[in-house]
């Protein structure tokens, strides 16, 4: 377990990254964030809030509030780090395509900036988030890491050149690294632009969902505690060797069952239409998972029904926030 380390987490306001700080911070660690609070969606001070406000006792924590492309950033930082989440980015497969350059340039040079500053610093370990969006459409499934590599966007294509980076630094500086390429996560504070949220809003208002493409493409959706505990399990894993790890469910459903599903929880019925299909979304993505659970002991738990139960529960509590 990790317990009474310092930890910065980078993007630590943001759907995943918040997760990762409230299981971190209970367990004794010292906390810092690093967020820019960027305004693709908004809802990331109310994350910290609600936290902060669970967990009265532990107020121990540093919010740096400032941005990863200005290393004077890493100035704030008032101990020495021993492990680095990095989960700064900036997220979305369709806005990438319209926005290729701002993309870029965050997400590369922010992880270039946290691998400097890791490299000086001795920080002990650093793990990055990458995406399942690396391999593009699949040649075949599920996909192991092995598969080729043929990103399909802008923000695709930033992750795979961080992972690379995360690779490089590793094996020209013996920094210890891992990537993990992370499926669809979904959960209490998921992000509003991804489907579950927002079907879950428009079932509640019962409004129309627009669905791209004919519904039939399956996703392997994976519950926010499964990711946090294989963040965890990557931290504290011996092999950190600069080595990429798919962490799914690997039991994908289609877009249609989601909503199926989704509608049978809110006890409403769905009104769907469908449009076509966006630039950049795969048809498929399905984890093989075998890697992650023998090296770093990851083993799911949360199966799509329990996790879009408790994504429900979170939602009707939260829905006028
Ligand atoms: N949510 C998913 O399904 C998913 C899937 C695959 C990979 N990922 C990766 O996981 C990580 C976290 O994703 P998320 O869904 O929590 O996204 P998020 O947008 O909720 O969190 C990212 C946070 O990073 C911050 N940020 C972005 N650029 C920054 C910069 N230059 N300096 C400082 N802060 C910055 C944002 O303000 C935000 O709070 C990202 O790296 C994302 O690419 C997410």
Redesign the pocket.
Same mark, same amino acid.
């Given at each position: 377990m990790i317990k009474n380390k310092n930890i910065l987490i980078?993007?630590g306001?943001?759907?995943?990254?918040s997760h990762l700080f409230e299981n971190l911070i209970i367990k004794d660690n010292y906390i810092i964030i690093? +967020? !820019?609070?960027?305004d693709?969606y908004s809802g990331?001070e109310e994350n910290i809030e609600e936290i902060t406000k669970n967990y009265e006792k532990f107020k121990d924590f540093d919010l740096i509030r400032? +941005?990863?492309?200005n290393k004077s950033v890493f100035e704030e930082i008032n101990c020495d780090i021993d492990i680095i989440f990095h989960?700064?980015?900036?997220?979305g497969v369709r806005y990438s395509i319209e926005h290729a350059g701002k993309i870029t340039n !965050?997400n590369i040079i922010?992880t270039l900036n946290i691998l400097e500053y890791a490299d000086k610093n001795n920080v002990k370990k650093v793990i990055y988030?990458?995406?399942?969006s690396v391999y593009g459409n699949p040649i075949y499934t599920p996909v192991d890491e092995e598969h080729p590599k043929n990103p399909i966007s802008p923000y695709a294509i930033s992750?795979l050149c961080c992972e690379m980076y995360v690779d490089y630094f590793f094996r020209e500086n013996n920094l210890p690294t891992s990537s993990l390429r992370?499926y669809?996560?979904y959960g209490p504070r998921g992000?509003p632009d991804?489907a579950i949220r927002k079907f879950l809003n428009l079932i509640f208002q019962d409004k129309e969902i627009t669905i791209y493409g004919e519904g039939e493409q399956l996703r392997d959706f994976t519950y926010i505690s499964d990711i946090v505990n294989g963040l965890i399990l990557a931290a504290e894993s011996n092999n950190s060797s600069g080595e990429a790890f798919n962490l799914g469910y690997s039991n994908p459903i289609s877009v249609n069952q989601l909503v199926e599903k989704m509608s049978k929880i809110a006890n409403k019925p769905k009104n769907i239409i469908y449009a076509d299909k966006q630039k950049g979304d795969v048809d498929i993505t399905h984890s093989d998972i075998n890697k992650a659970k023998t090296i770093l002991n990851y083993h799911p738990q949360i199966s799509i029904d329990e996790g879009l139960q408790k994504t429900y529960d979170w939602l009707r509590k939260n829905m006028n926030k």
């Open positions: 980078s993007g306001a943001g759907f995943i990254g690093i +967020d !820019n609070f960027n693709y990331k400032g +941005d990863l492309l989960l700064a980015a900036q997220p !965050n922010s988030s990458s995406s399942s992750k992370f669809t996560v992000r991804m």
